[in-house]
């Protein structure tokens, strides 16, 4: 394998600068991801864009569980409006591993909080800012294939 490829990352395109966050803004705040261009391959993805899912969208988190029961059918995905999103979690965080795959990524640097890019910590579904622990729907499902997730505040 060539040794370029082994320094790729993904990265949740928001933290690049890409405006795809459910706002329609991007989370371009974090210098440290961005210095990280100077010296490393980032791949920007969103997964929820790759599920489907329009830009801007309305706020949206895992109904009492976290990404791993969304993956295991024990728990939904709901936007604040009520609609299941479930559906588009899951392709989104599939799409994102096949490109992961593709290019042999080994680590994913996601937007913290995130139902789908979230690491250890997500909202707990209640609309109301509280955090549990647990994984969004693509950094549960990047760490069940033994892709290394941080978020950017892990850097």
Do not use: H
Request: proline letters at 3%; glycine letters at 10%; hydrophobic letters at 35%.
């Amino acid at each position: 394998m060539n040794s370029e490829l082994q320094d790729m990352k993904l990265v949740s395109a928001c933290l690049l600068g890409i405006k795809c966050a459910w706002d329609g803004k991007d989370r371009y705040k974090n210098k440290k991801v961005i210095e990280l261009l100077k010296n490393e391959i980032l791949i920007p993805v969103c997964p929820e864009q790759l599920g489907g899912l329009k830009t801007p969208r309305v706020f949206q988190e895992i109904q009492k569980g976290t990404g791993d029961d969304v993956l295991d059918g024990r728990s939904r995905v709901k936007n604040k409006a009520g609609e299941d999103v479930t559906r588009q979690f899951i392709r989104g965080a599939k799409e994102a591993l096949k490109i992961a795959k593709q290019y042999g990524i080994k680590e994913f640097i996601a937007k913290s909080k995130s139902p789908s890019c979230g690491c250890d910590l997500i909202y707990d579904g209640s609309f109301s800012d509280k955090l549990i622990k647990g994984d969004g729907v693509t950094a549960a499902l990047f760490k069940r294939n033994a892709i290394k997730v941080i978020t950017e505040n892990d850097i």
